[in-house]
T-cell receptor, first 113, second 114 residues
Protein backbone atom coordinates (compact mmCIF):
# COMPACT_ATOMS: atom_id res chain seq x y z
CA UNK A 1 0.00 0.00 0.00
CA UNK A 2 1.68 3.15 -1.24
CA UNK A 3 1.36 5.95 1.26
CA UNK A 4 3.15 8.42 -1.02
CA UNK A 5 2.21 8.39 -4.68
CA UNK A 6 3.75 10.09 -7.65
CA UNK A 7 1.34 9.14 -10.38
CA UNK A 8 3.34 10.54 -13.29
CA UNK A 9 6.41 8.41 -13.99
CA UNK A 10 7.73 11.00 -16.43
CA UNK A 11 7.29 14.60 -17.48
CA UNK A 12 8.68 16.45 -20.48
CA UNK A 13 8.85 20.25 -20.68
CA UNK A 14 10.51 22.90 -22.78
CA UNK A 15 13.35 24.99 -21.42
CA UNK A 16 12.07 28.21 -19.88
CA UNK A 17 8.60 26.83 -19.18
CA UNK A 18 7.17 25.74 -15.85
CA UNK A 19 7.57 22.16 -14.59
CA UNK A 20 4.93 20.92 -12.16
CA UNK A 21 5.54 17.67 -10.35
CA UNK A 22 2.75 16.23 -8.25
CA UNK A 23 2.61 14.02 -5.18
CA UNK A 24 -0.31 12.59 -3.18
CA UNK A 25 -0.22 11.01 0.24
CA UNK A 26 -2.68 9.00 2.26
CA UNK A 27 -1.34 9.05 5.83
CA UNK A 28 -2.82 11.99 7.76
CA UNK A 29 0.00 11.66 10.31
CA UNK A 30 2.52 13.00 7.81
CA UNK A 31 3.48 16.56 8.71
CA UNK A 32 6.80 17.13 6.96
CA UNK A 33 7.36 16.82 3.25
CA UNK A 34 10.51 16.85 1.18
CA UNK A 35 11.55 16.80 -2.45
CA UNK A 36 14.77 15.19 -3.57
CA UNK A 37 16.44 15.29 -6.96
CA UNK A 38 18.44 12.36 -8.26
CA UNK A 39 20.84 12.23 -11.18
CA UNK A 40 21.96 8.86 -12.60
CA UNK A 41 24.80 7.24 -10.66
CA UNK A 42 24.36 9.67 -7.77
CA UNK A 43 22.43 9.59 -4.53
CA UNK A 44 19.33 11.76 -4.06
CA UNK A 45 20.03 15.39 -3.21
CA UNK A 46 17.74 17.36 -0.93
CA UNK A 47 15.92 20.09 -2.82
CA UNK A 48 13.23 21.71 -0.69
CA UNK A 49 10.92 20.87 2.18
CA UNK A 50 7.69 22.10 3.72
CA UNK A 51 6.12 21.69 7.12
CA UNK A 52 2.41 21.10 7.45
CA UNK A 53 1.96 24.45 9.20
CA UNK A 54 2.70 26.13 5.87
CA UNK A 55 1.08 25.88 2.48
CA UNK A 56 3.95 27.25 0.42
CA UNK A 57 7.72 27.32 0.56
CA UNK A 58 9.95 28.96 -2.00
CA UNK A 59 13.65 28.65 -2.75
CA UNK A 60 14.83 30.36 -5.89
CA UNK A 61 13.29 28.68 -8.90
CA UNK A 62 11.70 25.97 -6.76
CA UNK A 63 8.38 26.31 -4.95
CA UNK A 64 6.54 23.60 -3.08
CA UNK A 65 2.79 23.91 -2.45
CA UNK A 66 0.95 21.86 0.15
CA UNK A 67 -2.80 21.25 0.18
CA UNK A 68 -3.47 19.39 3.42
CA UNK A 69 -7.18 18.92 2.86
CA UNK A 70 -6.47 17.21 -0.47
CA UNK A 71 -3.34 15.47 0.87
CA UNK A 72 -1.52 16.79 -2.15
CA UNK A 73 1.72 18.59 -2.75
CA UNK A 74 3.39 19.87 -5.85
CA UNK A 75 6.81 21.12 -6.85
CA UNK A 76 7.00 23.99 -9.32
CA UNK A 77 10.21 24.77 -11.17
CA UNK A 78 10.24 28.12 -12.94
CA UNK A 79 11.91 28.56 -15.34
CA UNK A 80 12.91 25.01 -16.16
CA UNK A 81 16.47 24.43 -17.30
CA UNK A 82 18.06 21.42 -19.05
CA UNK A 83 20.16 20.83 -15.90
CA UNK A 84 16.93 20.18 -14.02
CA UNK A 85 16.52 16.92 -15.95
CA UNK A 86 16.57 14.28 -13.23
CA UNK A 87 14.32 11.99 -11.23
CA UNK A 88 12.39 13.81 -8.51
CA UNK A 89 11.28 11.99 -5.40
CA UNK A 90 8.61 13.19 -3.04
CA UNK A 91 8.95 12.06 0.61
CA UNK A 92 6.82 12.46 3.70
CA UNK A 93 7.42 11.91 7.40
CA UNK A 94 5.44 12.34 10.59
CA UNK A 95 6.52 13.30 14.07
CA UNK A 96 3.34 11.71 15.35
CA UNK A 97 4.38 8.35 14.01
CA UNK A 98 7.60 7.19 12.46
CA UNK A 99 9.91 10.00 11.50
CA UNK A 100 11.51 7.86 8.81
CA UNK A 101 10.44 9.41 5.50
CA UNK A 102 8.32 7.41 3.10
CA UNK A 103 9.27 7.98 -0.54
CA UNK A 104 7.25 7.99 -3.71
CA UNK A 105 8.44 6.14 -6.79
CA UNK A 106 9.76 9.24 -8.47
CA UNK A 107 9.00 11.30 -11.57
CA UNK A 108 11.56 11.55 -14.33
CA UNK A 109 11.72 15.14 -15.58
CA UNK A 110 13.21 15.89 -18.99
CA UNK A 111 13.75 19.52 -19.90
CA UNK A 112 14.33 20.01 -23.62
CA UNK A 113 16.60 22.86 -24.80
CA UNK B 1 32.35 19.10 5.49
CA UNK B 2 32.63 15.74 3.72
CA UNK B 3 29.41 14.16 2.55
CA UNK B 4 28.13 10.64 3.04
CA UNK B 5 30.47 8.07 1.55
CA UNK B 6 29.64 4.53 0.54
CA UNK B 7 31.92 1.69 -0.44
CA UNK B 8 32.16 -0.10 -2.70
CA UNK B 9 30.39 1.81 -5.47
CA UNK B 10 29.81 -1.26 -7.60
CA UNK B 11 29.63 -4.92 -6.76
CA UNK B 12 28.91 -8.12 -8.68
CA UNK B 13 27.99 -11.26 -6.76
CA UNK B 14 26.40 -14.59 -7.55
CA UNK B 15 23.31 -16.13 -6.04
CA UNK B 16 23.85 -17.63 -2.62
CA UNK B 17 26.79 -15.41 -1.75
CA UNK B 18 26.73 -12.76 0.91
CA UNK B 19 27.75 -9.12 0.70
CA UNK B 20 28.68 -6.34 3.09
CA UNK B 21 28.25 -2.69 2.22
CA UNK B 22 29.75 0.20 4.15
CA UNK B 23 28.57 3.73 4.87
CA UNK B 24 30.33 6.64 6.55
CA UNK B 25 27.91 9.40 7.57
CA UNK B 26 28.52 13.11 7.65
CA UNK B 27 30.66 14.01 10.63
CA UNK B 28 28.46 14.58 13.67
CA UNK B 29 25.46 12.76 12.25
CA UNK B 30 24.32 9.96 14.49
CA UNK B 31 21.45 8.50 12.51
CA UNK B 32 22.13 6.26 9.53
CA UNK B 33 19.37 4.82 7.36
CA UNK B 34 19.59 2.32 4.53
CA UNK B 35 17.33 2.18 1.49
CA UNK B 36 16.96 -0.10 -1.50
CA UNK B 37 16.09 1.36 -4.88
CA UNK B 38 15.04 -0.85 -7.77
CA UNK B 39 13.85 0.23 -11.24
CA UNK B 40 10.33 1.64 -11.08
CA UNK B 41 10.29 1.59 -7.29
CA UNK B 42 10.84 4.39 -4.90
CA UNK B 43 13.34 4.22 -2.12
CA UNK B 44 12.30 1.37 0.13
CA UNK B 45 13.39 1.70 3.72
CA UNK B 46 15.53 -1.11 5.12
CA UNK B 47 16.53 0.01 8.61
CA UNK B 48 17.81 2.91 10.67
CA UNK B 49 20.55 2.95 13.27
CA UNK B 50 21.15 5.51 15.97
CA UNK B 51 23.91 5.26 18.58
CA UNK B 52 24.72 1.70 17.56
CA UNK B 53 21.10 0.56 18.03
CA UNK B 54 18.60 -0.37 15.37
CA UNK B 55 15.72 2.05 15.93
CA UNK B 56 13.50 1.30 12.97
CA UNK B 57 13.15 -1.56 10.55
CA UNK B 58 11.39 -1.85 7.21
CA UNK B 59 9.66 -4.87 5.69
CA UNK B 60 12.62 -6.83 4.46
CA UNK B 61 13.51 -10.45 5.22
CA UNK B 62 16.02 -11.37 7.89
CA UNK B 63 18.68 -11.92 5.21
CA UNK B 64 19.13 -8.14 5.37
CA UNK B 65 20.91 -6.99 8.49
CA UNK B 66 23.01 -4.10 9.62
CA UNK B 67 25.02 -2.61 12.39
CA UNK B 68 26.47 0.69 13.47
CA UNK B 69 29.79 1.33 15.11
CA UNK B 70 30.69 3.79 17.85
CA UNK B 71 31.97 6.28 15.25
CA UNK B 72 28.51 6.15 13.56
CA UNK B 73 29.84 4.28 10.53
CA UNK B 74 27.39 1.62 9.44
CA UNK B 75 27.46 -1.62 7.51
CA UNK B 76 24.67 -3.61 5.97
CA UNK B 77 24.90 -7.26 5.15
CA UNK B 78 22.83 -9.35 2.78
CA UNK B 79 23.18 -13.10 3.11
CA UNK B 80 22.15 -15.82 0.64
CA UNK B 81 21.83 -13.35 -2.21
CA UNK B 82 18.93 -13.68 -4.65
CA UNK B 83 18.60 -12.27 -8.16
CA UNK B 84 15.96 -9.85 -6.87
CA UNK B 85 18.48 -8.27 -4.52
CA UNK B 86 20.07 -6.53 -7.51
CA UNK B 87 19.52 -2.87 -6.73
CA UNK B 88 21.04 0.44 -5.75
CA UNK B 89 21.59 0.51 -2.00
CA UNK B 90 21.58 3.98 -0.55
CA UNK B 91 22.73 5.16 2.82
CA UNK B 92 21.48 8.40 4.35
CA UNK B 93 22.57 10.22 7.46
CA UNK B 94 20.97 12.87 9.60
CA UNK B 95 21.78 14.52 12.88
CA UNK B 96 19.16 12.94 15.10
CA UNK B 97 16.34 11.75 12.78
CA UNK B 98 13.52 13.01 14.97
CA UNK B 99 11.29 14.34 12.24
CA UNK B 100 11.40 17.61 10.33
CA UNK B 101 15.00 16.78 9.61
CA UNK B 102 16.70 16.37 6.29
CA UNK B 103 18.48 13.17 5.36
CA UNK B 104 21.65 13.41 3.29
CA UNK B 105 22.35 10.58 0.91
CA UNK B 106 25.51 8.93 -0.26
CA UNK B 107 26.10 8.00 -3.91
CA UNK B 108 24.96 4.43 -3.36
CA UNK B 109 26.34 0.98 -3.98
CA UNK B 110 25.13 -0.68 -7.16
CA UNK B 111 24.79 -4.42 -6.49
CA UNK B 112 24.32 -6.88 -9.32
CA UNK B 113 23.48 -10.48 -8.45
CA UNK B 114 24.06 -13.02 -11.20
Amino acid sequence: DQQVKQNSPSLSVQEGRISILNCDYTNSMFDYFLWYKKYPAEGPTFLISISSIKDKNEDGRFTVFLNKSAKHLSLHIVPSQPGDSAVYFCAASGTGGSYIPTFGRGTSLIVHP
Amino acid sequence: KAGVTQTPRYLIKTRGQQVTLSCSPISGHRSVSWYQQTPGQGLQFLFEYFSETQRNKGNFPGRFSGRQFSNSRSEMNVSTLELGDSALYLCASSLLARGKETQYFGPGTRLLVL
